[in-house]
């Protein structure tokens, strides 16, 4: 089977990678020229564990090729971003509607063309058909149209990809059919068939459900600063229920997913949707949230940021509340020095340098790194060494140093 992906990023890369490990013959499609000429030298540009070495094997084999244009293919796949608009918080379909306006001079009938973007309910059906239909295609008989979505974390994407259930929405039975074929190259996971809409909603949800309830941890976390009580301890003895999930709170959710979906399923319905948009209010309340309490800890100075990544060990700073906060602390007066060593910046620097005369530690991301810190050096490098633990991941501080976390954050209240 010849497979054509289009848009080589955080899904398109290790998708096409996993068709071609399983003897597809891939073209990897992207607009950025740079991305495109690395890619066929087998370097790649996300961070992402086997997807580097399943490339360069299979660029070395010629089963897979990156390219500014598509090619004639059985199954076409269209892996672009899909952002929110600010002013109403609908999906941007932008990318989506180019990239499938871009392969029509190289459908065939009988070829399978597959979303795998993130789209609000009702995309497929009455934006993404039409496309085709004025092409001249019948969707169902000689073309076939489905949305898969992605459901992979960042990390696990490889092993995610292979053994995740997958939800196949065909716009008729037919495409639903015909695209579960085409991930049955690959997919271990059960397929479950779906209509286009439901599949929609349906990965708009997952992400809304944790979306939500890591909202209600925040709201959590900050009921107990006002109110004095240890918000972690919470959280760990209510989760003895066996019934009971509450998650982590944080300085705010980033990403392309959980900080985008629920807008989409808000802006489809926003009278209704009320839950949906007040946990994605509480949840961008965060980075103020964490301002405040810097404020409280120390009114001006040096602060070190630890971490810009929306998510742990990945260079992924997508959507990151990182950086709200940094701009609101930087508009605050403070001095930021920042340090991510997963993220290769000019203007970021490293540990000991971020470290040199700071007055607080920030830290707003849980790479393995932050862990456990070199507490010799912090020591050395400041004066009466603050942590402000924002992602919950250092339990004991040397006793020269102060440690707040979720778990004690109201002490600072009644100082
Ligand atoms: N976060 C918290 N508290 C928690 C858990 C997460 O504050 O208890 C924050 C993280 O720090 C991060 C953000 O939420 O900033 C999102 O991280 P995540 O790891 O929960 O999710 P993503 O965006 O990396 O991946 C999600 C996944 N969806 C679900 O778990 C329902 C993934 O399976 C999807 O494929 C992905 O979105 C996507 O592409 O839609």
Redesign the pocket.
């Known amino acids: 089977m010849k497979v054509c992906i289009m848009g080589q990023g955080?899904?398109g890369l290790p998708t096409a990678a996993l068709f071609s490990r399983s003897h597809c013959d891939v073209v990897g499609v992207d607009i950025n020229e740079e991305m495109i000429e690395n890619l066929n030298k087998g370097i790649i540009h996300i961070e992402e564990p086997g997807i580097a070495d399943i490339i360069k094997k299979s660029v070395k084999k010629h089963t897979y090729k990156a390219s500014l244009t598509p090619e004639k293919a059985d199954a076409f796949i269209i892996t672009v971003p899909t952002p929110y608009i600010v002013e109403n918080y609908s999906c941007d379909l932008s990318y989506v509607i180019t990239a499938c306006e871009t392969i029509i001079p190289y459908l065939e009938k009988g070829n399978t063309v597959i979303i795998e973007s993130?789209i609000a309910p009702m995309s497929t059906d009455e934006v993404i058909k039409p496309i085709f239909e004025k092409a001249g295609f019948t969707i169902g008989k000689d073309l076939y149209l489905a949305h898969c979505?992605?459901?992979?974390?960042?990390?696990r994407i490889l092993e995610?990809l292979v053994h995740?259930d997958r939800i196949i929405g065909g716009v008729t039975p037919e495409c639903a059919v015909k695209a579960s074929e085409v991930y049955g190259q690959f997919v271990e996971g059960y397929l479950m068939l779906t209509e286009a809409k439901t599949a929609e909603l349906s990965?708009c949800m997952?992400?809304t459900?944790?979306?939500v309830?890591?909202a209600l941890?925040?709201e959590l976390a900050k009921i107990c600063a006002e109110i004095g009580v240890n918000a972690l301890d919470v959280i760990k003895m209510a989760n003895k229920h066996p019934r009971v999930n509450l998650?982590?709170?944080?300085?705010?959710?980033?990403?392309?997913?959980?900080?985008i979906?629920p807008y989409f399923i808000y802006a489809k319905a926003p009278e209704t949707a009320k839950i949906i948009k007040l946990a994605r209010d509480t949840?961008k309340s965060?980075p103020s949230f964490v301002c405040e309490y810097v404020r409280k800890i120390i009114p001006d100075g040096k602060i070190a940021v630890f971490g810009v990544s929306?998510?742990?060990n990945t260079g992924?700073d997508r959507?990151?509340?990182a950086y709200e906060i940094i701009a609101e602390l930087e508009e605050n007066g403070y001095e930021v020095a920042i340090h991510d060593p997963h993220i290769d910046r000019d203007e970021f620097v490293s540990f000991a340098d971020a470290v040199d005369g700071a007055k607080l530690i920030l830290i707003l991301?849980?790479h393995d790194e932050f862990k456990h810190p070199d507490y010799e050096l912090i020591s050395k490098k400041m004066e009466n060494p603050i942590i402000f633990d924002t992602?919950n991941i250092i339990y004991k501080v040397p006793d020269d140093m102060t440690l707040y976390n979720y778990g004690n954050l109201y002490t600072i209240n009644t100082k």
């Open positions: 955080y899904i993130t979505p992605e459901r992979v974390l960042p990390g995610e995740n990965k997952e992400n459900f944790r979306d309830n890591i941890a925040n998650h982590s709170p944080g300085p705010g959710v980033g990403g392309h997913c959980l900080a979906d949840n965060m929306y998510k742990g992924d959507e990151s509340p991301c849980d992602k």
